[in-house]
């Protein structure tokens, strides 16, 4: 069964960093493509970042709101993917969801974590 | 530039079928889609991913109640037998070279 866990959230002032956590579990994680998408309170749903699988190079893609702050990488000999944000701002508050990417479409996703980015 | 627009809302009764509408911006209307249900307090799940050749694949233990269609740039989502459960706000999201794109949502009301 697939599962993604994430872990990481927590509050943290504005301007400061933080890294998310996503661990895979009940698929080849080296052979998929992985995506973070959050959601901020009471809003939809916004895609932040993918990283492709090392087959396509491992290359990252990111969004324009987080471009330049935001950094996704994988380890695949632990089935982890991370989501390192830096330069935080409070319209970054949000719950941050792991995706499995087809290379399209998300087909799975973990539970969440909630970053609360707030003085 | 990607833009995928859905109605804000849609309510159904009981029972009854309702069709749900995401549509691809200009210059995208042979793009797949997927579907995404979110239930109230809930996490999205994944429901289907709808290519532009008409096939169609369903998540995991996604009944076949959930089904999608398209016309021209408009991509569907029909749930039949409405359910008390589906009352839930419906994603689509699509993608291109280097993005992935969600709309806004759809928040089902099953009356």
């Given at each position: 069964?697939?599962?993604?866990?994430?872990?990481?959230?927590?509050?943290?002032?504005?301007?400061?960093?933080?890294?998310?956590?996503?661990?895979?579990?009940?698929?080849?994680?080296?052979?998929?493509?992985?995506?973070?998408?959050?959601?901020?309170?009471?809003?939809?749903?916004?895609?932040?970042?993918?990283?492709?699988?090392?087959?396509?190079?491992?290359?990252?893609?990111?969004?324009?709101?987080?471009?330049?702050?935001?950094?996704?990488?994988?380890?695949?000999?632990?089935?982890?993917?991370?989501?390192?944000?830096?330069?935080?701002?409070?319209?970054?508050?949000?719950?941050?969801?792991?995706?499995?990417?087809?290379?399209?479409?998300?087909?799975?996703?973990?539970?969440?974590?909630?970053?609360t980015v707030s003085s | 530039q990607l833009v995928l627009t859905q109605s804000p809302s849609a309510?159904?009764?009981?029972?009854?079928?309702?069709?749900?509408?995401?549509t691809l911006s200009s210059g995208h209307s042979s793009n797949g889609i997927a579907w995404h249900q979110q239930q109230p307090e809930?996490?999205?799940?994944?429901?289907?991913?709808?290519?532009?050749?008409?096939?169609?694949?369903?998540?995991?233990?996604?009944?076949?109640?959930?089904?999608?269609?398209?016309?021209?740039?408009?991509?569907?989502?029909?749930?039949?037998?409405?359910?008390?459960?589906?009352?839930?706000?419906?994603?689509?999201?699509?993608?291109?070279?280097?993005?992935?794109?969600?709309?806004?949502?759809?928040?089902?009301?099953?009356?």
């Amino acid at each position: 069964e697939v599962q993604l866990v994430e872990s990481g959230g927590g509050l943290v002032q504005p301007g400061r960093s933080l890294r998310v956590s996503c661990t895979a579990f009940g698929f080849a994680f080296g052979e998929f493509a992985m995506s973070w998408v959050r959601q901020a309170p009471g809003k939809g749903l916004e895609w932040v970042s993918f990283i492709r699988n090392k087959a396509y190079g491992g290359t990252a893609e990111y969004a324009a709101s987080v471009k330049g702050r935001f950094t996704i990488s994988r380890d695949d000999s632990q089935s982890i993917a991370y989501l390192q944000m830096n330069s935080l701002k409070t319209e970054d508050t949000a719950v941050y969801y792991c995706t499995r990417d087809l290379g399209g479409g998300s087909d799975h996703w973990g539970q969440g974590t909630l970053v609360t980015v707030s003085s | 530039q990607l833009v995928l627009t859905q109605s804000p809302s849609a309510s159904a009764s009981l029972g009854a079928s309702v069709k749900l509408t995401c549509t691809l911006s200009s210059g995208h209307s042979s793009n797949g889609i997927a579907w995404h249900q979110q239930q109230p307090e809930k996490g999205p799940r994944f429901l289907m991913k709808f290519n532009s050749d008409g096939s169609h694949s369903r998540g995991d233990g996604i009944p076949d109640r959930f089904s999608g269609s398209s016309s021209g740039a408009e991509r569907y989502l029909t749930i039949s037998s409405l359910q008390s459960e589906d009352e839930a706000d419906y994603y689509c999201q699509a993608w291109d070279t280097g993005i992935r794109v969600f709309g806004g949502g759809t928040k089902l009301t099953v009356l």
